[in-house]
C-alpha cells in the first residue's frame, strides 16, 4: 500500500464543521465536530483516491502548503 500525504482545512460552518483538500478540487467533508470532520475527510480522500484509481488516473502529488502568519495592526 502506498502512503499519500495530503493537506485538508477544517473551517468552522456554523452549528458544524467543514473540510476540503486542495490538492484534491471536490473531495470534501462535514461533521458535528472538528474530530469527526476529520475522521469523515480521512474517508472522503480514501474514496477519492480509490476512485481516481479504478477510473485509470494518475493520484495527484500534495503541493499545497499552510502557515499562519503574525500580523500586527
Do not use: W
Not at 477544517?10 to 483538500?21: K, M
Not at 462535514?30 to 485509470?56: F, K, P, S, V
Amino acid at each position: 500500500m502506498n502512503m499519500h500525504r495530503f493537506l485538508i482545512v477544517i473551517e468552522e460552518a456554523g452549528q458544524n464543521f467543514s473540510a476540503y483538500s486542495p490538492d484534491l478540487p471536490g473531495c470534501v467533508a462535514t461533521g458535528d465536530t472538528r474530530e469527526e470532520t476529520e475522521r469523515n475527510m480521512y474517508e472522503a480522500i480514501q474514496m477519492h483516491l480509490e476512485g481516481l484509481r479504478e477510473d485509470g488516473l494518475p493520484i495527484p502529488s500534495s503541493t499545497a502548503v499552510a502557515e499562519y502568519m503574525l500580523i500586527g495592526v
